[in-house]
């Protein structure tokens, strides 16, 4: 069974940064497709980004082009989001997915078979 355990948010003011984390309890993490998505209170879950098995590939929600990184560490089992320029409408439950064997760094999360628990990133005004 594959366990995603997300860590790093908080709370900061607009414009400034995090690190997200997200370590995987796998065998062979560099067979999965790894991808972050975000839920805001009252609303869907929603992209964010997603990279490919060797992690040269990336995908990123336009809202987030330019300001969020998403990046792996194959020998760490890890999976991680740099978020800076923060703005208050990013605040949101980022969630951590993962699928094995996918072809590509999907947006669409019905192609993730597992998800993290979320961690909780709150921007203040």
């Known amino acids: 069974q594959v366990q995603l355990v997300e860590s790093g948010g908080g709370v900061v003011q607009a414009g400034g940064s995090l690190r997200l984390s997200c370590a995987a309890s796998v065998r062979t993490f560099s067979i999965y497709v790894m991808a972050w998505f975000r839920q805001a209170p009252g609303k869907e879950r929603e992209f964010v980004a997603a990279?490919?098995?060797?992690?040269?590939?990336?995908n990123y929600a336009d809202s987030v082009k330019g300001r969020f990184t998403i990046a792996r560490d194959n020998a760490k089992n890890t999976v991680y989001l740099q978020v800076n320029s923060l703005k208050p409408e990013d605040t949101a439950v980022y969630y951590c997915?993962?699928?094995?064997?996918?072809?590509?760094?999907?947006?669409?999360?019905?192609?993730?078979?597992?998800w993290g628990q979320g961690t909780q990133v709150t921007v203040s005004s």
């Open positions: 997915a993962a699928r094995e064997l996918y072809f590509s760094q999907s947006a669409s999360s019905e192609v993730y078979d597992y």
């Open positions: 990279i490919n098995r060797g992690g040269g590939n990336t």
